[in-house]
């Protein structure tokens, strides 16, 4: 693990040039911007290799806005998640640079891997139209950490033809998401077909007995096909990131 | 509704044969035997078309053996389910027709449908080879009541090739019985797959998230594929039952 | 399996006439239309025997707009379901035969078996009034997939007499449907009475330990009476389809 | 309320026989019997009307013989439910008028209500032969607290007409308890027919979504018919003493 | 049971005065009249005793006022619960006599027993001034179908000491429900109390782990007391209507 | 127990300047005022050392004011809980002193320690910035109650050096409550490096598989480290208010 | 925060007497023992004030005794839980002042503070006779890490009586653990009588709907007083360890 | 995707050596051999890249050891997971080669990557000595199919300094595993501080409110770092195939 700045402060230390109190206090200072209602994560890159990601819900717009621009400082990459439309109009105000996604909901500034620089593919894969605002999430996510990425939409496992046609496309990924709901049995199926991680992706999707996204979640972890792990219920960034994370280990 | 034993007793009635109490009487005796116990169900046959099923679980070996053998008096075919070889061995001390099926758990005394007369074609397909106790009792039900019968075990999504190599013979069905646990994919993937009715049967196969079958129940009521309806879990004798109701449609 | 033009294509590639390249994407070409969007199934009557149905909710109106008029091109005949009033306005400024009924929410075009050649009955029987909606669901698929049907109304078993007052006309049905809320004993008693399958079709009527629907599920599930398969709660096309489904096997 | 040992104290407070503090002892002493493990309420009696009921389960033999006899000094009648034959076995040696019921599960020593002074009558309905040990609970519960007491077996709904021969039996209660597990219908059914209180009763028996008597529970809270109210799973001994209190409402 | 009008007919049966055909359909019509969407059960007061009750939720105003007229017609008194002001005015305008209670949500038309004629008294007692609401349905309930009612607010047990200061009057009660949202805790400690049965009403309020008001049924199916019978969640009719049926037992 | 009201009233019983009747009346009256639809308890101080708080949710405008009004007569201090402004506003108009924060929704009157009297700490950290709320409402409760309160926003286990940036502050506190959504792991991870209670207070934040707080709550009560309980989801009333009983008690 | 045995290594670090890499193995040694299978925490008691528990459900009989002995060395006390009764012979072997107790499963070596140093007082009060042996190991948990203990048995709120004559004594208490199963309701009852905190330890005492603790959880929770805080169900050792920190906290 | 086997088949087809229904024989029997109760899939590993893995429970012993011979044949690697001792004596006898792991309870023969060949780092954190056995089986399986794999033990959060200590050692991971029951907290603290994706293996470790596994699963699924996905309750297996997957595509 380097470190430069945290080092020089403790050679400080060693060396007299900072008591123990002041030598706290400046480490303090290296890891987080506290905005009073928010402590910004500015290391977390340093310590796991991607910046932090805000999450809008549940926040004011204001402080949502607040965070993401505090964030983006010093041309800093942001990338924020379940956004309004109204958190991106005050976001916008002060920085141009700022896009959003009104389906994904997904808000970004800048690029955290250059787009010459994307290498690897991520394919998302969605059972139903119904699943894709969620898939898009995903898709953005992972395109914003560093892949190349594919939406592949409505090859459910009703219509199974439709994803054998598909699948000379799938076997070019290195990671795949699978976003269903209903009965989730997507994410198995591909699983037993593939050769890579399959991120399965439960979705909200359905009525009924699918109970908010828990039949496809307990489908997707009950597979009897190995190679599937799962993220939360339309948790397209988590699914995303997983899979981001995959792709750019055959790089590393 | 033919029904010319009461037709009798209300001739009596109106002839004065028979005053009210002495009518009534009588046609509650047309219509159940009781051991006390228990209220055997005589007419049902003439009722629903089928006569009365045993459920074992939860009476004693002594009850079970009681019911069967009084149902079975005259020469009626008799079926019960989730029996035990206790109460096998207490039934064929009196009658040695009784024949039993350790794994489907099913005892039958006669045929109710001689065997030439047999129609139609009812095929239980599972998942692994764990829910093929399941499907027996589904296969043996089905079988009594009337239907040709096929069992294709081992067929499940995670090699989904397997299951393409037997869609020749899946066609030949007049309805599907699809016997899975964990996620319970099976059922929807062959109602996208077949033009006839598939009843799902959801085992109680798996473990952790699977939780006793409720993964599998919920997946199959939610399958995005039409033509699917569900019976309780680990209810093989319910599924084979609706099967073969269905099956005899064809042949009335 | 007949299937014609997939056979012109193979005897193509046979001959030569188109190598391997062309040929997959020609068979392809003949199974879906991909709107982007979604990934039309056109062929699954032909895999089913019954023409794809569009579920409407958790799409756009442009987006199943779309889907629709795609899927009606030609004179196809079109059924939807959980349709809105915006969407059943968009599709008629394009296809004056659209049909649109508010209560079950379904929308169709076209005809897919004509009136005079519906055979066979089934009745869709409901508990309460508040179970309607859901019923005339099953009602209008079973009718547009090829079954005379019927609707009976308000027979739930709190008082069972009005039950026992239709048993006549309940007993020319091929299938019954049962649509109930709260308990949803109305399908174990039905299935107990008659010699024909019966379709439980759980409602979420009711308040408080109904649970939108789940006692209603679960009362279905576990019936004492055989000869009852269940589908999701309110999932009226579900129960309409799978009902028309076994009453079309009688003619077959 | 009528409580000649308090006004005795009271008396003796006001008239300065006995100091607070000798009062408040003496009060206390009025009230219960400390075993150091339990507690008994001697003046239930005076306070309800009626006396405690040992409840076994979770007590070792040893409580609960102590338990049992000590409540029965004096020839106080005692009732205890859940008990198991190594209580009973080191009950009778020191009390040879304890009685024991396998099925049911209950001891009683003496008789509450003395046999000539029962009156009115409850009637306890159950579904199926799997439930009747529930029932005889209930059953000996309502006779022990001075109810004349019948026990309907094996009425359920999936064989009505079972029920409706039993119909002018029934009319005769004060009360009924209808005992059924799986869906639970009978209790719906039984109070749609009838115009006394019924005490539904669900019962663990069943598999699968009957999920150990949830589905019968939520059937009968649910259901549609007024008149009913439930007590917990397989509490034969609440649904008796309920039943009784209601019955001996007619004699107060 | 009585039933002249039945009798009626059976005789012209048996007398040639009415074929088979005639005399079914005469006895059909004298148990409901079928507004098609709605099956008025018109002779359930002589089978249970008290007349049919309209549950308003899910039917439209025009379902809900039609049906609520239809029953009224001929001077026969209604009840209806989860009624809206909108139906309320629909059938204020065809019927002066009817009566609207807002936050019980009942509206009713006469009275089923004159005032002079009740007797008994139920006591609803609530645990909170939120628990208002569902106490009134109860008390409104009781008194139309009959029993003298008083309603005793706010006495939960977080301060049990304003419980006691009521126990006089509580004991004056033939039978008592008891409404309690949160832990539910009220219904256990009456009936550790009282010599009288309760009826427990779990209600919906509170927030987090009441879940809706499952904490309350489940706390009051399991209380220790025994004399306590549960409703449905938020069932404030079913509390008084059992309520009712108890109280009206000590005059019958 | 001290409680002199208590002592003249039995003083005068004793020495019969009030009779039986007048002493049971006059000692009512000192425990509750009743509003009719509410009943104040006004001696929980007394009894519990700390006044009643008003709860307002499920209470009308109207109702919640008259209940804080009729608690703060005399100078009494009061604290409402889920306020709503428009509930202030009514209060404000009659009681200028009252303090409404619209965050934590609480309402004050006065102080019921006086600002100079709180002592010791009570530290509020809550995992994210969607947490502040609940936060806040614990906050509020445990400073009107007499204690020192600290917030500390935003040291959830994602970024875990946050947290231990600011251990030195936690260990200042003599309690703990730990505010957090989705896993809320923020509690044991607490209580493994503190040696004092952490209060859980697991909030409804996250979506999907959060399950509005219950994933917080089950992960709270599973902790494996010693030394936490947990509160209702988003009861911050409830940890402020324990957190400040064990604070004081350090003081008593 | 002290700690001289870190400072030591720090201050070797700063005069070069220790490099990094060899700083770093002796920070870690200081922290815990590494057996292979468990890492013992030697340093909790300096982090938290308290040594640690050992918990033996889980682990084998080897394991669990070689995690109690190695802990045990040089005097230092243990507290372990859920222990059996080989594991504790495995102990006694070794070291001869291991001490156990069968009902509360606790086994201890060893005072953590000194009988004589004792100081306030924690009561554990259970609902029934059932629930002694949970109250047990909270009681046992309480005692071992510093507080004067008592137990109070068999006051639930069935007999409320017999807990309004133990008031005196529970008043006297600094912190109660209230343990409960079925509806629970023993902690919210108590909490509106006392001035101090309650710990509710739901116990899975109970049948039916109690679900092993469930109900008795959620009624804990959701109690309308103030003053409750919740641990996990059966979970005496959490409670009891919590009743200990803040009845220490009025000695620190 | 090469398959020169199919190749072959498609050639002779064309080249008429073969008819259709020759051609569709030969291809079914290239990947799969039927046992009867068992459908073994042989080219599992050219779809996927890795062979089909025997899972154990459910399958009698002689099933299961029939699989794993059968699956043996001519030198293929096995891997069998959930196998018992008896199922390894049975398959030892034939084949001498068989590994079993009785903690882990796989059983292997053969290497399907041999030992010089594994590549990359998968390490399997385990948070408690309970969580041993599942660690253990995700550890065997990353192993066999080509992981370099470490076990670290007993890191759980409770004494989190214990998880710092081992924080350079988890830096040298492709990919972590992160075992724990209970809360389930390590995985999110994990992926907080790593940069490489984290396996969640939720056991079933604890009591109470730990639900069996339930309360781990939500709390990884609802971690709120990102970096987690997570499979099944103590699927071990599962954990440990992703994580060699994922490990592997570094070096594809």
Same mark, same amino acid.
């Given at each position: 693990m380097k470190n430069p700045a945290l080092e020089l402060v403790l050679r400080s230390f060693k060396e007299g040039a900072a008591d123990l109190e002041e030598a706290k206090k400046r480490i303090s200072a290296l890891y987080s911007t506290d905005l009073g209602f928010a402590n910004i994560d500015l290391r977390r890159e340093e310590r796991t290799g991607f910046p932090e990601v805000v999450?809008?819900? %549940?926040?004011?717009d204001a402080q949502a806005a607040a965070i993401i621009l505090e964030t983006a400082k010093n041309g800093r990459p942001v990338f924020a998640t379940r956004s309004r439309p109204s958190i991106f109009e005050a976001v916008k105000k002060e920085n141009p640079l700022a896009v959003y996604d009104l389906e994904a909901r997904t808000l970004s500034i800048g690029e955290f891997v250059k787009k010459e620089d994307r290498a690897g593919l991520v394919i998302v894969a969605c059972a139903g139209t119904s699943d894709i605002n969620r898939a898009k999430e995903a898709f953005n996510t992972a395109e914003f950490f560093g892949s190349n990425t594919r939406l592949i939409a409505?090859?459910?496992?009703? %219509?199974?033809h439709r994803l054998f046609s598909r699948m000379d496309e799938l076997r070019e990924a290195k990671v795949v998401v699978a976003a269903a709901g209903m009965e989730g049995a997507l994410a198995g199926v591909l699983a037993g077909l593939l050769s890579v991680p399959v991120i399965a992706l439960p979705t909200s999707v359905g009525y009924g007995a699918a109970f908010g996204g828990i039949s496809a979640l307990l489908g997707m972890l009950t597979s009897c096909a190995p190679g599937v792990s799962v993220v939360n219920i339309d948790n397209g960034f988590g699914a995303g990131y997983q899979a981001n994370l995959i792709n750019r280990a055959s790089f590393r």
């Open positions: 999450f809008c819900e %549940g926040k004011s409505d090859i459910g496992v009703a %219509g199974i």
